[in-house]
C-alpha cells in the first residue's frame, strides 16, 4: 500500500510539477494531489523516507512557486520538517539531502544548499532530477562550469529526454548564455 501511495504521487509530481515544462512550472491541484499521496504512503509505512523526500520537494515547489504571504514559510517550514525526517530514517539516500538542499535553497541558505546539493551527487551521480537542479543552482551561485556540466551530463545520460534539454535550456539561460539557451529549448520541445 505504501509503494502504490508513493508510485501515484511520483506520477503525480513527474505530470504536474516544476520539471515539466507542460504543466507550465507546476501546478498546483497537480501538486496537491501528489502530497497527498506521499502522506498516504507514510501513513502506510512511517517509516518511508523516500516518501517524506518526495512530500518534502513538492512542499518547497509550492512554497517557491504557487503561495504567498504566510503560506511560503508554512509550505517551507512542512518541507524541511519532512526533509530533516527523511535523513534521519535514511541517511544515505540522496533524495532525503536533495529535499534539504531544496528548503535551503529557498531559504537563500546558499552554504547549506551547496552541501546539501554536493551530498546528494555524492550518493547519486546519474540522478537526472538531481543533477537538473544541481546545474541550475551552481549556476545561479556562479558555480557556471561546475552547474552546466551537470546540466550537459543529463543528455549524455537520457539524450531523447525532452526535461533533461530543458533543464539545460535553464542552465543556459542562468548563464546568460542565451543562443546557446534558445537551442535546448527548442530541442526540448522537439
Do not use: P, S, W
Given at each position: 500500500a505504501a509503494f502504490d501511495a508513493y508510485l501515484r504521487a511520483s506520477n503525480a509530481y513527474?505530470?504536474?510539477?516544476p520539471a515539466n515544462p507542460a504543466a507550465?512550472?507546476?501546478n498546483k491541484e497537480g501538486l496537491q494531489s501528489a502530497v497527498?499521496?506521499?502522506t498516504d504512503a507514510i501513513r502506510a509505512d512511517p517509516g518511508y523516507a523516500l516518501a517524506y523526500a518526495g512530500k518534502s520537494i513538492a512542499f518547497a515547489d509550492f512554497a517557491r512557486a504557487l503561495v504567498a504571504g504566510p503560506g511560503v514559510s508554512d509550505y517551507s517550514n512542512k518541507g524541511q520538517s519532512d526533509a530533516r525526517k527523511a535523513i534521519a530514517l535514511a541517511p544515505d539516500l540522496a533524495d532525503s539531502h536533495?529535499?534539504?538542499a531544496n528548503f535551503f535553497a529557498g531559504s537563500l541558505e546558499l552554504t547549506g544548499a551547496l552541501r546539501?546539493?554536493?551530498r546528494a551527487l555524492a550518493l547519486a551521480p546519474g540522478d537526472a532530477r538531481l543533477l537538473r537542479e544541481y546545474g541550475a543552482f551552481a549556476v545561479l551561485i556562479g558555480r557556471t562550469e561546475a552547474g552546466l556540466a551537470a546540466a550537459h551530463r543529463l543528455l549524455v545520460l537520457d539524450p531523447l529526454n525532452s526535461t533533461n534539454h530543458f533543464g539545460l535550456g535553464v542552465s543556459l539561460a542562468f548563464?546568460?548564455?542565451y543562443g546557446d539557451a534558445i537551442r535546448a529549448f527548442r530541442d526540448?520541445?522537439?
Open positions: 513527474r505530470r504536474f510539477g507550465g512550472g507546476g497527498t499521496a506521499y536533495l529535499a534539504l546539501e546539493y554536493e548563464a546568460r548564455r526540448a520541445k522537439a
